[in-house]
């Protein structure tokens, strides 16, 4: 009786549409460890936070956008944590051993690899290196090569902003981390716009070479 009580109070907000798939937007990753929805959800949390860069931890995203009308609940259920987006800077060197900390080692002895997803570059890496030099090349979205001396402005969720999932360098901005609002919010903002659609096309990002 009180879940029924509770859903009736919610279910206008949960069925409110923010937008418009033409696709099913995936959290599933190729090859190279992008995905459609990943690199979707770091878009947006780049254009809430107004940065160069965002990333995006994998394990953040819970479900597809499915195709046809995208109701706030569906977006809820994306991004069910409540993490707000966090807005930092960061140099080129370490958003260089940020990248390397995709590679955590585990007690077992095995490596367990968390791929970001990522919003304003693009990241090319090789596994068969070791461990703190798989990261090959990263550059701007216009083909520039990250600057290692400069510093750009970074977007995240609080949770990897705060060291989660072992991205500690993060932390190592603390002194310029300002709290913008939800990351739902960033979503639904994004996926609303002005066109109420949803891009399906976001490019090659991440490459895996080796």
């Known amino acids: 009786a009180l879940v029924a009580k509770y859903d009736q109070q919610i279910s206008e907000i949960e069925n409110r549409v923010v937008g ?17 929805l990943g690199d979707l959800i770091a878009d947006a949390q780049r254009a809430y936070a107004d940065t160069q860069i965002a990333f995006m931890n994998p394990g953040g995203i819970r479900a597809p956008i499915e195709e046809g009308e995208v109701t706030y609940g569906e977006l809820f259920k994306v991004q069910p944590f409540d993490n707000q987006v966090v807005r930092m800077d960061l140099t080129g060197d370490q958003i260089y051993r940020l990248l390397e900390q995709q590679w955590q080692p585990q007690a077992d002895g095995t490596i367990r690899a968390r791929i970001l997803q990522v919003s304003g570059i693009k990241v090319a890496y090789d596994e068969s290196k070791p461990i703190g030099q798989r990261v090959t090349s990263v550059t701007l979205e216009n083909g520039t090569p990250l600057d290692r001396t ?13 060291g989660g ?11 310029t981390q300002e709290t913008l ?3 739902l919010d960033a ?3 994004y996926v609303g716009g002005t066109s109420f659609g949803i891009p399906t096309d976001f490019g090659q990002r991440i490459t895996k070479i080796g």
């Open 20 to 36: 418009t798939a033409t696709t099913t937007i995936t959290p599933t990753a190729d090859a190279d460890g992008e995905s459609a």
């Open 150 to 162: 400069a510093t750009y402005t970074v977007a995240a969720n609080s949770f990897i902003a705060t």
């Open 165 to 175: 999932d072992g991205f500690t360098v993060f932390e190592e901005a603390s002194d």
């Open 181 to 183: 609002g939800s990351d």
């Open 187 to 189: 979503l639904e903002a």
